[in-house]
């Protein structure tokens, strides 16, 4: 699948020359989240570590972490230094801090395996690059390997295929058995565990703003369209994106518009209602294990055939990849999960949707969400669909699996003072991607087209902060638009 | 866990200072919370937005969708960000009581 940008060098459209502008330097101290309350953890079933016993206990984690599993033991013993995932990442283009890079982040971990697990280290210590563990360190451990936003890019380029995203999800596992978790994930991971998703959503809210969106189509477009609830019998369950209840309408009501199209019997379940899965970004074994079987059952209580999943990066990683292995249920583990736009991909080669673009007449760009990218194959489909809905689309560069981050990825949305502004500087990279396309530059602006919650909720406030005139869309929000319903819709609402 | 004093009234809020307890909410609680989002003064506009969040709130047990509060108020929402500098989830929820958002906001 190439998207290869105008120069042939893909990722080394990013010259050195332009990491090199700026020194490198470590800050004294680098911005860390806040950290859960004692309540929080309470409810999460764990009690912080005291002090005096961390560095035991993160050893010994480490050790039994490690010792399970190849891909990790390859990433501590065959890293060379050659530096190729520095320039590749987008928080050290945007910080210069050596220990804020995939390499950086590593190392972090690498020392102190060398230090503690190989005979070289124990013996020769310092000499063979080996460090103690410290309370230090892992102060930050929680700085830096929340700094990382789990893109993947630097394991996409690194010539020994270490994913040294696998070793900051190490990290931030490892923290969170020490009970060392940030608040934003800690609080979504509590109310998972409370109401069964992150966002704290409950049904009755979920039906009213449901009810809001008919509604809203009904006076759009002159023709009503339900969003059934918990409808047994069903053949399709739909689990929408987390945001679009609170920010992102526009998706909800694209997925809804599609389904009507298509005449499918579809619902959306109660007990999974959203498709995040912060257990992925910080505790894959109870958190992300409960998400993952809330979804297989819900599915088979309401008899359908098919899971279809929303607009959501990392929950849809951690349910396409994981769920058949880790959910806690036998035999049911048949039912296909699918995500949507693969869906509407089939519909559109197969001539089965009439898409109108002149209803989006202002240019586009796309955003290629990194898990989709990355991780799930879905940058040609995206591309079908966006070609399709909208008038004039104007890639991005790099782009596909070369993108670069939004630099929100893995949940690393937090407001505090410390930690929004390196919010801003992660996003730098994409930034002066989404300038170069030129999209902001027109009359009206532009639409920057970003099909993930966690992207868009970066994005809402990044696009204010670097002044980049777009407005941040999802892609089932330009279906929902574009699809013409003959003889049903009075109008195809306001041009975008 | 720190503490607010309002009246007399010692309130428990977490660490960005939002209430942990919806019941101790009272229009004290709020004026005193909304000074915290650089609103001095909470006019006629500002409870119309606060009020309308408590109620749907105490129905629903979570904040409405951004785009049904703009249109149950009445307000855009740059108007909302003009009345709660600090935007409607994290300004507004909070002088209205509720608890902050999770998940992917």
Redesign the interface.
């Known amino acids: 699948m190439g998207h290869h940008g105008p120069t042939p060098e893909g990722f080394r459209r990013i010259p050195t020359w332009e990491v090199a502008k700026q020194p490198a330097e470590r800050p004294k101290k680098p911005a860390t989240p806040k950290t859960a309350t004692k309540k929080t953890l309470h409810e999460l079933g764990i009690v912080e570590v005291p002090d005096e016993h961390k560095v035991q206990a993160a050893l010994e984690r480490l050790h039994e972490q490690i010792k399970q599993r190849r891909s990790y033991m390859l990433a501590m013993e065959s890293c060379v230094k050659c530096g190729l995932c520095q320039e590749n990442c987008h928080t050290f283009l945007g910080t210069r801090d050596p220990d804020d890079s995939p390499v950086g982040r590593a190392d972090l971990i690498r020392k102190v395996w060398k230090r503690y697990f190989t005979v070289q280290g124990r013996l020769f210590g310092k000499l063979v690059g080996a460090e103690d563990l410290t309370l230090e360190t892992i102060q930050k451990w929680l700085a830096y390997f929340y700094h990382c936003t789990e893109c993947r890019r630097c394991g996409h380029v690194c010539p020994f295929g270490i994913d040294t995203c696998e070793i900051t999800m190490l990290g931030r596992q490892v923290l969170y058995w020490l009970g060392v978790v940030p608040a934003l994930h800690a609080d979504s991971c509590a109310a998972i565990h409370r109401l069964g998703n992150n966002m704290a959503l409950t049904k009755s809210g979920a039906v009213d703003t449901l009810e809001f969106l008919s509604d809203e189509i009904e006076e759009e477009r002159g023709f009503r369209v339900e969003f059934p609830v918990d409808k047994p019998d069903s053949d399709i369950v739909y689990v929408p994106s987390s945001a679009d209840f609170m920010l992102n309408p526009d998706t909800l009501k694209g997925a809804a518009l599609f389904f009507e199209y298509i005449g499918a019997n579809w619902t959306i379940t109660s007990r999974m209602i959203e498709a995040g899965n912060f257990g992925y970004l910080v505790d894959q074994y109870r958190t992300q294990r409960e998400l993952v079987t809330r979804l297989l059952e819900s599915a088979k209580q309401l008899g359908a055939k098919k899971i279809v999943w929303g607009e959501c990066g990392h929950g849809w990683r951690a349910a396409k990849q994981y769920a058949r292995t880790m959910a806690d249920v036998n035999g049911i583990w048949h039912i296909p999960i699918v995500h949507i736009h693969d869906e509407i991909a089939s519909y559109i080669v197969t001539n089965q949707l009439e898409l109108d673009p002149s209803r989006i007449t202002r240019p586009v760009t796309l955003h290629d969400p990194c898990n989709y990218a990355r991780a799930c194959g879905h940058v040609e489909n995206m591309r079908i669909i966006i070609r399709k809905c909208v008038s004039e689309f104007r890639e991005m560069y790099p782009n596909g699996e070369r993108n670069f981050c939004c630099g929100g990825g893995s949940g690393v949305l937090f407001d505090d003072p410390e930690m929004y502004p390196m919010r801003i500087r992660f996003s730098q990279k994409k930034a002066e991607q989404i300038r170069e396309t030129g999209v902001p530059d027109g009359p009206d602006g532009g639409i920057l087209c970003a099909p993930c919650s966690i992207c868009k909720a970066q994005f809402y406030p990044m696009v204010e902060e670097h002044e980049l005139n777009v407005e941040v869309k999802g892609l089932l929000d330009l279906v929902g638009k574009a699809l013409v319903f003959r003889g049903k819709e009075t109008s195809g609402g306001k041009k975008w | ?1 720190p503490f607010i004093e309002v009246a007399g009234q010692q309130i428990e809020v ?3 200072g939002f209430i942990q307890d919806p019941s101790k909410w009272t229009p004290e609680v709020a004026a005193f919370l909304a000074k915290g989002e650089g609103v001095d003064n909470l006019t006629d506009d500002h409870w119309k937005v606060v009020n309308y969040l408590k109620d749907y709130y105490e ?10 509060l703009c ?1 149950d108020t009445g307000f855009t929402l740059k108007q909302i960000y003009e009345l709660f500098p600090t935007g409607p ?2 300004g507004a929820c909070k002088i209205a009581g509720l ?7």
């Open positions: 866990m977490d660490e960005d129905k629903h047990g979570i904040a409405p969708m951004i785009r049904k249109k989830a994290k608890p902050k958002p999770t998940g992917c906001v």
